[in-house]
């Protein structure tokens, strides 16, 4: 399985952006699906994440603000990512979730004015 994550840019505080992330195959095969994201010289932590069935969790300081989404039909997961603070500049990462883990490449985005 190979995941494509896509979308990440430069943008001003206040902005938004919709990251994306294709899987190679059908998603619905996996537990769940979800976005990561890493600071620099900071740790990989979870943003949110999406299940099979249809359950969302979201890190505190994303809530209202981001939203997870699934197509199953086009095998891809979405963040929208509104209000956008300097403080969500990361790599953004796709998750997928099943017996073992898979991971995206990776998308910067850059909150900056």
């Known amino acids: 399985v190979q995941l494509q994550a896509s979308g990440g840019g430069l943008v001003q505080p206040g902005g938004s952006l919709r990251l994306s992330c294709a899987a190679s195959?059908?998603?619905?095969?996996?537990?769940?699906m979800g976005w990561y994201r890493q600071a620099p010289g900071k740790q990989r932590e979870l943003v949110a994440r999406?299940?099979?069935?249809?359950?969302?969790i979201y890190e505190d300081s994303v809530k209202g603000r981001f939203t997870i989404s699934r197509d199953n039909a086009k095998n891809t997961v979405y963040l929208q990512m509104n209000s956008l603070k300097p403080e969500d500049t990361a790599v953004y990462y796709c998750n997928a979730a099943a017996v073992r883990a898979y991971w995206g490449q990776g998308t910067l985005v850059t909150v900056s004015s």
């Open positions: 195959g059908s998603i619905r095969s996996f537990l769940s």
């Open positions: 999406i299940t099979t069935g249809g359950s969302i």
